[in-house]
């Protein structure tokens, strides 16, 4: 039988220097999102123990909780390659999202819930907080461990579905936890002017199988704003994550996106549009329908989908 996870005081303790760790290796300083790290048992948002424990360099498998508190992913569906991300890159990512109280905030890709509870800490009891999880077994540890993370608010409406389709009202933060090539539509129409969309844009890597029914993709993370004259954006780290868009992307704008990488630059990204890029040979990537150029957005022109 399942040992039962410890209870959340036995890691109390440890969490406060774990957060600053992670911050530290994320090179950001942000008080709120420290604290924020520091109040969320990380136990609490995995199946039963014994966890596989990805080091970087070797798998442990162990009922210690202690373990968990380094900056190492732990399995959560392994089969599927999902796990529980990197603390310091999310740390770091959520740090530049900046969230601000009583924002609405929807996380796509959610997982179990564990870094939906950190920015749900962050945007208080008036936020607004959507998860959003296709894998039903986690979204089931999700609906479990948000209301004891959070016992003053703000409550999570947790969604097991497909986070392509949210939100389906306006967000003023838009948190993508899985790599794709191209972002959603519904993540930039529906994003309310002044929110951040954050994404990992990533092209595949390894290829599948008759035992491997995933692929892990390799990129950049991707930080939109929605500002008056259009989408602002600019590349954060490098990353890796599970591919979540092999069948949504047409196969031309997927090898453009993985020329592009190939070349890099991606650094001087400073705007997404929409459509057709005006300019290509101003654009890091121009897809069929949308790119990411190294001017700062132009004023908005009718029609123009912004």
Not at 54 to 60: C, D, F, P, Q, V
Not at 108 to 122: C, P, R, V
Not at 227 to 240: H, I, K, P, V, W
Request: proline residues 9%.
């Amino acid at each position: 039988m399942p040992t039962r996870t410890p209870p959340r005081d036995v890691t109390a303790p440890l969490r406060p220097a774990y957060a600053r760790a992670m911050l530290d290796r994320a090179g950001v300083d942000d008080p709120a999102v420290e604290r924020a790290f520091a109040a969320v048992a990380r136990e609490e948002f995995l199946l039963a123990p014994p966890w596989a424990v990805y080091t970087g360099t070797t798998i442990e498998h162990t009922g210690d909780p202690v373990a968990l508190y380094r900056d190492v992913l732990v399995a959560l569906a392994p089969d599927r390659g999902v796990n529980n991300g990197s603390p310091s890159l999310h740390a770091g990512w959520i740090a530049a999202l900046g969230v601000r109280p009583g924002e609405r905030i929807v996380h796509i890709g959610a997982g179990t819930g564990y870094y939906t509870a950190i920015l749900a800490l962050l945007a208080g009891p008036e936020g607004r907080v959507t998860a959003v999880e296709i894998d039903p077994d986690l979204t089931a540890v999700a609906r479990r461990a948000l209301p004891a993370a959070l016992p003053d608010g703000p409550p999570v409406e947790v969604i097991a579905g497909d986070g392509g389709q949210w939100p389906q009202s306006e967000a003023d933060v838009i948190y993508v936890s899985y790599g794709i090539a191209a972002p959603s539509p519904p993540w930039l129409d529906r994003l309310a002017d002044g929110g951040r969309l954050l994404f990992p844009l990533c092209t595949p890597r390894g290829a599948l199988s008759a035992t491997r029914h995933w692929q892990g993709a390799e990129g950049v993370g991707i930080l939109v704003e929605r500002t008056g004259c259009g989408f602002a954006a600019r590349s954060l780290d490098r990353c890796s994550f599970v591919y979540g868009d092999a069948a949504a992307v047409p196969s031309l704008d997927r090898a453009l996106l993985d020329q592009a990488f190939r070349r890099g630059g991606w650094g001087r990204v400073r705007s997404l549009v929409r459509g057709a890029a005006a300019d290509p040979t101003r654009c890091w990537y121009a897809g069929s329908d949308w790119g990411l150029c190294y001017d700062p957005p132009a004023p908005r022109v009718a029609g123009d989908g912004a």
